[in-house]
């Protein structure tokens, strides 16, 4: 007798626990879920970066059209977009770790602390630029010997360069028919290289 009654009070237990797993999931999974893939969404419109970032980094928007007169503005005529570039591979670490990036500056910005013109704290990392251009180190000749070459500079001097070092995105100095590579700031960076590795005999 007493068995049978404890029957339906387990089981309406047991569906009281679902119910609160299926509520938590629900706050803690979905919501968080879906705040971050409209996040994620918004942060697909150069716009929508333009929004918060005034003088000078809103110039890098408004330098999308027409004529490209820097790297990132001319990779927003081969539909590449701010947030390619400012986010590393995948979902998962890229658009997540820029999304809480994004978050500590919504809330510096919403807070009021926010510095203008933002300041450059976390580089950016070679692996954002090889999601597209993985061809580059592998075209083994020498005029591609700087970029074949770049990961062994970096394994044996902290200080090496990075594709961001010569590929300057947003300066305006560089040389269109050079790939916007300013050619001094290039030359040097090429010499660093070949004080680290030397240049052979
Ligand atoms: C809600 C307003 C807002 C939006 C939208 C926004 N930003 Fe920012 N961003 C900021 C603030 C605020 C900072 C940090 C300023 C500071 O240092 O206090 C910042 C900093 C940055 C930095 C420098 C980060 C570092 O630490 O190196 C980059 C790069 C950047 N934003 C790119 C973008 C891109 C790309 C987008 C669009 C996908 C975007 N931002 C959208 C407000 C915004
Ligand atoms: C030492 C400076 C330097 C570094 C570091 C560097 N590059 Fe380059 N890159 C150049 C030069 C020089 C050119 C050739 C420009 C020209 O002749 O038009 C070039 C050309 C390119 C091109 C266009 C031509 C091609 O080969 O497709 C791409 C794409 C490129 N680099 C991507 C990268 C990426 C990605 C990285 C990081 C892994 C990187 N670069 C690091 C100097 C550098
Ligand atoms: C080709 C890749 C590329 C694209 C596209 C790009 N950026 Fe950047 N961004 C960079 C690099 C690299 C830096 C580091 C500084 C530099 O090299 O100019 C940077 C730096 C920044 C910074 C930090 C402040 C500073 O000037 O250093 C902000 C803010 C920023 N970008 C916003 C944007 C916005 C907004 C867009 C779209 C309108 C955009 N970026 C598109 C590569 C890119
Ligand atoms: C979403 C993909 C994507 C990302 C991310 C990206 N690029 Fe590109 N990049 C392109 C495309 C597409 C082109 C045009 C290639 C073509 O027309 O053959 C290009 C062209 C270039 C060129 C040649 C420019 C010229 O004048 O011919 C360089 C240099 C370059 N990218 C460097 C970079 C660097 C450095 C980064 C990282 C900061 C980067 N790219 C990130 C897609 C990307
Ligand atoms: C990542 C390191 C690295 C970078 C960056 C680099 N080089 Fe080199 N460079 C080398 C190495 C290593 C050699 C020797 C190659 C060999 O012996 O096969 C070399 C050799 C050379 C040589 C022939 C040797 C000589 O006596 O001068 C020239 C020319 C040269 N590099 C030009 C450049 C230019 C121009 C740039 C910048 C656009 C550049 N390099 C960037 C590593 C680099």
Known sequence: MTARSAKPVKKSRRKLVVALVVLLSLVFVVLPAATAATAMQFENHDDFCASCHSQP??????????ASTDLA????????????????????PGRISALTMGAKDLLAWVSGTARQ????????DDTNCLKCHQQVTQQRDF?????????RWQSVDKNAATCASCHQSHHTDGEAQLAFLNREHTVSICQSCHQALGKGE
């Open 117 to 124: 013109p933002a300041v450059h704290t976390r580089p950016i």
């Open 143 to 151: 005029n591609n010997h700087f970029h074949v070459f770049l990961a």
């Open 57 to 66: 980094e809103d110039t890098y928007f408004q330098r999308e059209a027409p």
């Open 73 to 92: 503005s001319f990779h927003s005529t081969k539909d590449a977009r701010c947030i390619d570039c400012h986010s590393g591979p995948g979902l998962v």
